[in-house]
């Protein structure tokens, strides 16, 4: 499976961007696309998943009713749109699959398989 992140940028705070993660390299589609996030100094932490099977998504408190995430079947790609957003989202993006994702969870970084490449994503004034 190979995960294709884009769509990160620069913003100012309020703002909105929206990332996608192309996946290719699996005939059925990976069974849950999650996004998580590093700032700088910090570590990486959960931040959304979309479970293909069921359609059942998770999201952060911290994200919660600013980000939604969705699936474009045909494209096999999962958008993670960014409303709202703050200066503490600021972080480099990564897409990731095949780890848990129920509404209630997210698995950790060490329960997905697959990554794409990180996208930066600038929330500044």
Do not use: H
């Not at 499976?1 to 990976?30: I, K, N, R």
């Amino acid at each position: 499976v190979q995960l294709q992140a884009s769509g990160g940028g620069s913003v100012q705070p309020g703002g909105s961007l929206t990332l996608s993660c192309a996946a290719s390299g699996s005939s059925s589609g990976p069974p849950a696309i999650g996004w998580f996030r590093q700032a700088p100094g910090k570590e990486r932490e959960r931040v959304s998943c979309f479970n293909t099977r069921n359609s059942r998504t998770y999201y952060a408190d911290s994200v919660k009713g600013r980000f939604t995430i969705s699936r474009d079947n045909a494209k096999n790609t999962v958008s993670l749109q960014m409303n709202s957003l703050k200066p503490e989202d600021t972080a480099v993006y990564y897409c990731a699959s095949e780890g848990p994702c129920t509404t209630a969870s997210m698995g950790p970084q060490n329960s997905y398989t697959y990554w794409g490449q990180g996208t930066q994503v600038t929330v500044s004034s």
